[in-house]
């Protein structure tokens, strides 16, 4: 709260300052470039079989008028859905391995897709969901409050024979339709609001507990290429697409007016050079300069430097590295996003030992801790500044390995998952900028999808540094403490914790069945404590729970 109170009166002063911009508001008038961007859509190929989406106008909140805005979800198909262990005959005596179908959750507003056959089903469906915004305020303050999250879950819908009797089994059908939750994807609704839309192939993030279905190789097409990519996964993805119906206007964003102790020479290169690039391309995300819980506005490379990490992780355990282990700790610490502890303010970036000690954080607090953990460890690594689906823009961590050699793997702070760069379903699309310690590097090249990137730094036509011969590298005191303080856990605190949940556990599933008597089996905490590691996100490939070891429980 202290620090709440504090940025927010270093905003309120800082509110009070105006530019020339913030006053008066010119137009830019046409010149030669804009008619020649003109002629030169004339003269585009007419491609009716292979149409091109356009950009479409966006709409302001005293343009709508009390028109309908609607969520637009296209949900084109799925790639590797779990099917049935035991699969059953269907209407024309073949096994019917699952009956998918997609159901989407908005605003207390359901529709589903009809079935889909086989694990890897195609609907090509249009879904529609109407959006109402609070006390009807399409106003960009007013929207970007709103924490609604759309959420698409994928079921099996299987089919109950409730007629036991075998003598009217021939003249009595009596069915009962069920849907098995298999898996969901949970997408912001100010992910779509920021981006305007989102498009591509997701992962479905499917339960650790599966009874009754299991991933075979044997049921996939091999004649189908995304679909022979999954061969021997246990991970299960869908293609779709979203947009909101109009397009809202997003607004400007917020305009960080801090004070800042930094080098005035400094700040007015930072300020051109990220200017420069953001005209170039507006899509993609570049920063200089962050603000701090004093509400000073710091260089960002000021945030970089190397930490030891925990000793206890710097061993592998089982099939998790030290890497894999130090991502995993971090992924531990509680998020807590800035629009909920500053809403309408900015983006608070705090230090390390200030993250550690308050114990939460948002993206950027998790990217730059594992970044200089990764650093402590002796490895390179890079802070990304990018566009990841579900979050939106958001900050990842990039690694140059060792084993193999000159490999480069994505890190996702808030997970502990890792990609590789040209893995096509890492959840990252977007790549504006790297930083470290040393530089910033924007992403000036043709593409910013990672699997597109050439990741060799020096090369002047791909990567633009801020600190080059026109402007040299100036050393900058880092903000972050000389090392952390960690602290061994106390073990009768964990096991109190873990009595707690023991009970909350018994108690919840008691409530499910108040209609009959439950009888524990205690053996069953002992396996559950085993297995619960495998139920957080880690790395993948993770460890599944099969049918065989659950049921012994």
């Not at 930490?307 to 099939?319: A, E, K, Q, R, W």
């Not at 990304?384 to 900050?395: F, K, N, V």
């Not at 873990?498 to 053996?523: H, V, Y």
Request: hydrophobic share 35%.
């Amino acid at each position: 709260l202290h620090v709440r109170e504090q940025v927010m009166k270093r905003f309120q002063i800082a509110s009070h300052y105006y530019t020339l911009q913030d006053l008066v508001i010119e137009e830019t008038l046409p010149d030669i470039s804009t008619v020649g961007e003109i002629l030169s859509k004339l003269l585009e190929p007419r491609r009716p079989l292979r149409p091109v989406r356009r950009e479409r106008k966006t709409v302001t909140a005293q343009n709508l008028g009390g028109a309908d805005v609607e969520i637009l979800v296209n949900i084109v198909r799925a790639f590797n859905i779990p099917v049935r262990r035991d699969p059953v005959k269907g209407e024309t005596g073949g096994p019917v391995l699952v009956r998918p179908l997609v159901e989407i959750c908005f605003q207390k507003q359901f529709k589903k897709t009809s079935l889909g056959d086989g694990p890897n089903p195609s609907w090509n469906e249009q879904l529609r969901l109407r959006f109402k915004a609070p006390n009807n305020d399409f106003s960009p303050a007013s929207l970007n409050q709103i924490d609604d999250i759309i959420f698409v879950n994928l079921y099996d819908e299987f089919v109950v024979n409730l007629n036991e009797d075998d003598r009217t089994k021939s003249s009595t059908i009596h069915h009962r339709l069920e849907k098995r939750w298999l898996g969901s994807i949970q997408i912001p609704f100010s992910t779509i609001y920021m981006n305007g839309r989102i498009e591509g192939t997701f992962q479905v993030l499917t339960p650790h507990v599966l009874l009754g279905y299991t991933y075979p190789s044997a049921y996939i097409d091999t004649t189908d290429e995304f679909a022979t990519e999954t061969i021997g996964s246990t991970n299960t993805y869908m293609s779709l697409f979203m947009t909101i119906e109009p397009a809202l206007s997003p607004g400007e964003p917020v305009r960080e007016k801090f004070d800042s102790n930094e080098y005035p020479k400094l700040l007015m290169h930072a300020e051109d050079w990220q200017t420069k690039l953001e005209k170039r391309f507006p899509k993609r995300h570049f920063r200089t300069t962050v603000v701090d819980i004093n509400g000073q506005s710091v260089f960002i490379t000021r945030y970089f430097k190397d930490l030891v990490p925990p000793s206890d992780l710097s061993v592998g355990v089982g099939s998790m590295t030290p890497s894999e282990r130090v991502a995993r700790f971090v992924s531990l610490v509680p998020f807590v996003s800035d629009s909920t502890v500053f809403a309408g303010i900015c983006d608070i970036w705090s230090t390390c030992d200030q993250f550690m000690q308050m114990l939460a954080g948002d993206e950027e607090e998790h990217a730059v801790l594992l970044c200089n953990l990764f650093a402590g460890m002796g490895k390179k690594s890079y802070l990304i500044l990018g566009a990841p689906i579900p979050e939106g823009s958001t900050a990842y961590v990039l690694t140059v390995e060792t084993d193999p050699v000159g490999e480069r793997w994505i890190w996702n702070p808030s997970t502990g998952r890792h990609y590789r760069t040209s893995d096509p379903y890492c959840p990252l699309k977007s790549i504006g900028c790297l930083v470290n310690a040393e530089n910033i590097w924007a992403n000036v090249s043709t593409h910013s999808k990672p699997d597109m990137l050439d990741y060799d730094l020096s090369k002047k036509g791909h990567w633009q540094p801020i600190f080059g011969k026109s402007f040299p590298h100036r050393q900058l005191a880092t903000v972050q403490p000389d090392q952390l303080e960690w602290k061994e856990p106390n073990i009768v605190e964990v096991m109190e914790l873990a009595e707690k949940l023991e009970k909350k556990l018994k108690e919840k599933i008691q409530s499910w069945r108040q209609r009959f008597i439950t009888r524990w089996n205690r053996s069953v905490p002992t396996r559950c404590v085993n297995s619960s590691p495998n139920w957080r996100p880690g790395p993948i490939p993770q460890p599944r729970i099969t049918d065989m070891s659950w049921r012994t429980c």
